[in-house]
T-cell receptor
Framework: EDQVTQSPEALRLQEGESSSLNCSYTVSGLRGLFWYRQDPGKGPEFLFTLYSAGEEKEKERLKATLTKKESFLHITAPKPEDSATYLCAVQADFGNEKLTFGTGTRLTIIP | KAGVTQTPRYLIKTRGQQVTLSCSPISGHRSVSWYQQTPGQGLQFLFEYFSETQRNKGNFPGRFSGRQFSNSRSEMNVSTLELGDSALYLC????????????FGPGTRLTVL
């Protein structure tokens, strides 16, 4: 069964203090790994899709990387508006194309 | 281009009732998936529809069902509601089966009393 574990569960950072969120996964064959951001009371907002080990993608202060066992979401010089829950999900490369989600990392950026 | 829309946004029901939730995908998107989000279990896959056919189904009881119309709009139905069905129900769409990225709507918050 596909599994996704995210750590830490919660992270509080000062504005400008860079850090990384971790997503460890177990999947029979990886078709894609996805990062989403979710604000309270809203649906997840798509950030990145990664397909193969070594791949990196960037968007503003966020950079996502992928290895064969885990993915990192690096946040550089975060601002208060980056506060949200960040969700990681995997999709297997055959059979059910559902997304299997981790429970998320709740990030709080303190001004 | 408008995003995924879901109606209603909030719903309060009592145990034993049934409920129908609606989802309109992004224009041109033909695949619609449904997910249940709860504080304890996180996001869990319910089912996916493409071209009016259910392609995949998650591990939920038969009380949860869905359908898709020819215009790609989708509905999900929960019969005989239980307290544990209280959750945020999220709909996600993607253009087709060859595109992996799913785009989510704002969700319907269902409370069962």
């Amino acid at each position: 069964e596909d599994q996704v574990t995210q750590s830490p569960e919660a992270l509080r950072l000062q504005e400008g203090e860079s850090s990384s969120l971790n997503c460890s996964y177990t999947v029979s064959g990886l078709r894609g790994l996805f990062w989403y951001r979710q604000d309270p009371g809203k649906g997840p907002e798509f950030l990145f899709t990664l397909y193969s080990a070594g791949e990196e993608k960037e968007k503003e202060r966020l950079k996502a990387t992928l290895t064969k066992k885990e993915s990192f979401l690096h946040i550089t010089a975060p601002k208060p508006e980056d506060s949200a829950t960040y969700l990681c999900a995997v999709q297997a490369d055959f059979g059910n194309e559902k997304l299997t989600f981790g429970t998320g990392t709740r990030l709080t950026i303190i001004p | 281009k408008a995003g995924v829309t879901q109606t209603p946004r909030y719903l309060i029901k009592t145990r034993g009732q049934q409920v129908t939730l609606s989802c309109s995908p992004i224009s041109g998107h033909r695949s619609v998936s449904w997910y249940q989000q709860t504080p304890g279990q996180g996001l869990q896959f319910l089912f996916e529809y493409f071209s009016e056919t259910q392609r995949n189904k998650g591990n939920f009881p038969g009380r949860f069902s869905g359908r898709q119309f020819s215009n790609s709009r989708s509905e999900m139905n929960v019969s005989t509601l239980e307290l544990g069905d209280s959750a945020l129900y999220l709909c996600a769409s993607r253009p087709g089966l060859s595109t992996d990225t799913q785009y989510f709507g704002p969700g319907t918050r269902l409370t069962v009393l």
